[in-house]
Antibody
Framework: EVQLVESGGGLVQPGGSLRLSCAAS????????MAWVRQAPGKGLEWVAN????????YYVDSVKGRFTISRDNAKNSLYLQMNSLRAEDTAVYYC???????????WGQGTLVTVSS | DVVMTQSPLSLPVTLGQPASISCRSS???????????LHWFQQRPGQSPRRLIY???NRDSGVPDRFSGSGSGTDFTLKISRVEAEDVGVYYC?????????FGQGTKVEIK
C-alpha cells in the first residue's frame, strides 16, 4: 500500500525556517517525480515545487523561488522541503504527493500544517 | 501563469440528480506531445485531495463510473451522473501542461 507521511510542520515566526519531511513507502520511491502542494486555511490548492526521480531537476512556483528548496534522499525513501525566510502568506497545510504525469498526483499524504505568525 | 476558472463555485444538488462542473483555461492545454494534461481532484471534508480523473477523461481505479470527464482545448467538464452523499466535497480541476501547474478555485458540492 502506498503511503506518504509528512512531518515537520509547526508554528514559526516570520523570517524563520522550517524543514518538512515526507516518508514514502509501498512503492519504488526512486522511480517517481515527487511534489509539494499547499493549501492555505479555507483556500484552494497551490503547487509549490517538484523534483525529478534522481533529484537532477527541480522546479518551483515563483512565490517560493529562492526561499524554498526541495530535495530527496532515495536511500531513505524521503522527500524534503526546506523553507527559509518564511512569510505569513506561507501559512498552509503542505501536502507531499507522487507526481506521475505532469501534475496528475495519484497519491497524497495527510498534510502537515505550517503556521507563520509572531 | 495559466488561469483555471471553475463554475459554479457552489453546487447544491439533490441526491440522485446529476451535477456538472465547468473548468476553463486561459490558454490551450494541448501539450507538444498532443496530450492534454487536465486532471480532476476531489477533496472531501477534512481529507487530502484524491485524484479522480487524469488527462481529461481517464477515470482512476476505484472511482465510481458515475464520474466522467470530457473536454478539449480550453473547455472541460466533470460530470456526476447521480450524486450520492459520499460525493460531498470540493472538486478542483488542474492543468499540468504549462509550468507552473495551476488549479481552479474549487467547486463545493453539497446536498440540498
Amino acid at each position: 500500500e502506498v503511503q506518504l507521511v509528512e512531518s515537520g510542520g509547526g508554528l514559526v515566526q516570520p523570517g524563520g525556517s522550517l524543514r518538512l519531511s515526507c516518508a514514502a513507502s509501498g512503492f519504488t520511491f526512486s522511480s517517481y517525480w515527487m511534489a509539494w502542494v499547499r493549501q492555505a486555511p479555507g483556500k484552494g490548492l497551490e503547487w509549490v515545487a517538484n523534483i525529478k526521480q534522481d533529484g537532477s531537476e527541480k522546479y518551483y512556483v515563483d512565490s517560493v523561488k529562492g526561499r524554498f528548496t526541495i530535495s530527496r534522499d532515495n536511500a531513505k525513501n524521503s522527500l524534503y522541503l526546506q523553507m527559509n525566510s518564511l512569510r505569513a502568506e506561507d501559512t498552509a497545510v503542505y501536502y507531499c504527493a507522487r507526481d506521475v504525469l505532469k501534475g496528475a498526483c495519484d497519491y497524497w499524504g495527510q498534510g502537515t500544517l505550517v503556521t507563520v505568525s509572531s | 501563469d495559466v488561469v483555471m476558472t471553475q463554475s459554479p463555485l457552489s453546487l447544491p444538488v439533490t441526491l440522485g440528480q446529476p451535477a456538472s462542473i465547468s473548468c476553463r483555461s486561459s490558454q490551450s492545454l494541448v501539450y507538444s506531445d498532443g496530450n492534454i494534461y487536465l486532471h480532476w481532484f476531489q477533496q472531501r471534508p477534512g481529507q487530502s485531495p484524491r485524484r479522480l480523473i487524469y488527462k481529461v477523461s481517464n477515470r482512476d481505479s476505484g472511482v465510481p463510473d458515475r464520474f466522467s470527464g470530457s473536454g478539449s482545448g480550453t473547455d472541460f467538464t466533470l460530470k456526476i451522473s447521480r450524486v450520492e452523499a459520499e460525493d460531498v466535497g470540493v472538486y478542483y480541476c488542474m492543468q499540468g501542461t504549462h509550468w507552473p501547474p495551476t488549479f481552479g478555485q474549487g467547486t463545493k458540492v453539497e446536498i440540498k
